[in-house]
């Protein structure tokens, strides 16, 4: 039995029960996926997120290039001249007065520094290394974040396929039973049966139609979310499959696990990172060494003529830190602790890696198995079905029984259809823990988003401060 029985039934019960009107196209799971990845915001989001990482590279290249900055001032100055005069009298006594006079003058100056760093202590190639490492650890976060969406997007697409294929089993039911009761009414008003086996053919239907409202429901609930991360209105969906490109043993899965999945790449990286900024911190400890040239241009007047001053410095700046208040060492033992703790989380995704990728593979075995036996269990309560009903007919058997044995081809029939969805979803939860749940590994028609473009546009750039897309 197929997972979306009777594709064509089911889509006109939509329209029946009110549900959003559908494209006469059946929409793959390749199409919902595809549309996630191009519209998903969570994805949207870690892309502006590495491209902000990405600007840490040329900032730490900064480091390497020369500053330059002009000062200038300008203003009015004043001299001040004092003149003292003695004169002496006739008689020997003297008598001193004192003359001030003032200058007012426009002084004007500029300086021109330029200063290029040599030797940071180390600083400057580990602050490097770390931007790479953070790079590329945020490259392995949007690969993560990709195959969470894609993942998210499958289960939404393959539940809503069960719950569509459930909700037509369950109107077929209705369907079956209220042909059952018509059956049981004719039969009493002929006295073949009692009054008490056309109550529970009418208990039986209200209880299906009960089950049928509790579909529609779960229907709508499972529409709801697929929007929500597809981005769009689910149309009327094709069968889903289970995807190619499976690991072929538990242990094949595991391996494919440590080496692959994004969680333990981003946990490495950040390890790499850590180790980087204990290098940066410590070069703190070490003298700097800056070439630094100044050109300082000044003009004064000096009485009709002015002065004008021309100066060109070359210097080489040397600073050796002596004590820094502990405050340094305290910061590298910091980040050595740090750096211990991304060592431990490397062990933590591996673990958690391994155990996802054991449990997808179990429980990818474990549905295959039970749609072998769902699919027995079904023939078998056919044919039993088939008996139970003729025996009715001569009276050996109640409508009770006919009943029962119609509740049980159902229940095996919803039971295969979810055994199904579980066998699609583990494949796609197998994919997403080896590693391979993205974009480029399923071959989704979509433009790939290149997570390197937008650094190598950025690396060497000297100025500027316009982005992609800014007006």
């Given at each position: 039995?197929?997972?979306?029985m ?7 019960l939509a329209l ?13 799971l390749?199409d919902a996926l595809?549309?996630?990845?191009k519209?998903?915001p969570?994805?949207l989001?870690q892309r502006?997120?590495?491209?902000a ?5 040329p900032?730490?290249?900064?480091q390497w290039?020369?500053?330059v ?6 203003g009015?100055?004043r001299?001040?001249n004092?003149?003292t005069t003695t004169?002496?009298g006739s008689n ?5 007065a004192?003359?001030?006079t003032?200058?007012?003058r426009q ?6 520094q ?14 490097l290394n770390?931007?790479?490492s953070n790079?590329?650890?945020?490259r ?8 969470r969406v894609?993942?998210d997007?499958?289960?939404a697409y393959?539940?809503?396929?069960r719950e569509?294929a459930?909700?037509d089993?369950?109107v ?6 209220q ?6 009414r004719d039969?009493f008003?002929?006295?073949?049966i009692t009054?008490?086996?056309v109550s529970?053919a009418?208990?039986r ?5 009960a089950?049928?409202t509790g ?5 709508n609930?499972a529409?709801?979310?697929?929007t929500r991360v597809v ?5 009327r969906?094709a069968?889903?499959?289970v ?6 043993s538990a242990g ?7 080496s692959?999945n994004?969680t333990v790449t ?12 204990v290098?940066?911190?410590e070069g ?6 800056n ?12 009485g ?16 050796v830190p ?10 590298v033992?910091?980040?050595k602790?740090t750096k ?6 490397i ?15 179990q429980q990818?075995t474990?549905a295959?198995?039970?749609i ?6 079904i023939?078998a309560n056919?044919?039993a079905?088939e008996g139970?009903?003729q025996?009715?007919r001569?009276?050996?058997r109640t ?13 095996s029939r919803v039971?295969?259809v979810q ?7 583990a ?8 590693g391979?749940?993205?974009?480029r ?5 979509v433009?790939?988003?290149?997570p390197a473009?937008?650094?190598e546009?950025?690396?060497?750039r ?6 992609p897309g800014?007006?």
């Open positions: 039995m197929n997972f979306l009777r594709t064509t039934a089911t889509a006109a029946a029960v009110g549900m959003v009107s559908v494209p006469l196209r059946a929409q793959s390749e595809a549309s996630a990845y519209s998903n969570e994805i989001a502006a997120a590495l491209r990482v990405d600007e840490q590279v900032r730490a290249l900064s290039r020369p500053t900055q002009i000062t200038g001032n300008a009015p100055a001299d001040y004092y003149t004169r002496f020997g006594d003297s008598d001193r004192t003359t001030e003032q200058r007012t002084q004007q100056a500029a300086t021109l330029v200063t290029q760093p040599l030797y940071r202590g180390g600083r400057s190639e580990a602050e770390r931007a790479e790079v590329k650890a945020s392995a976060q949007l690969s993560a974040t990709e195959q894609l993942l997007a499958a289960t393959i539940n809503l396929a569509l459930v909700l089993l369950n077929n039911n209705v369907q079956v039973l042909r059952q009761l018509d059956a049981a039969r008003q002929v006295g073949e009054r008490t086996d529970q009418e208990a239907l209200a209880q299906a139609q089950t049928r579909s529609e429901g779960n229907v609930s529409r709801a979310t697929y981005g769009e209105e689910a149309g969906l069968v889903p499959k995807p190619g490109n499976l690991p072929g094949e899965a595991r391996d494919l696990a440590l692959a994004p981003q946990a490495r990286y950040a390890f790499e990172s850590a180790g980087h900024d290098s940066l911190i703190e400890k070490l003298p700097t060494v070439l630094q040239a100044d050109a300082i241009h000044s003009n004064e007047p000096a009709n003529r002015g002065v004008r001053r021309e100066t060109v410095d070359l210097l080489v700046a040397v600073t002596i004590y820094q208040q502990g405050l340094t060492d305290a910061r033992r910091e980040a602790q211990g703790q991304r060592r431990t989380q062990d933590v995704s591996q673990r958690q890696v391994v155990d996802d990728a054991n449990r997808a593979w990818l474990t295959r198995a039970q072998e036996s769902f699919q027995a269990q023939r056919e044919i079905l139970v009903s025996e009715a001569v009276g050996s409508v009770l029984d006919v009943l029962n044995a119609e509740q049980e081809l159902l229940n039971s295969l055994a199904q969805r579980d066998q699609v979803l494949a796609f939860q197998l994919l997403s823990a080896t391979r749940l993205t974009a590994d399923m071959g989704l028609k433009e790939l988003y290149d473009a937008y650094l546009s950025t690396r060497d000297w100025s500027g401060t316009k982005i800014e007006e």
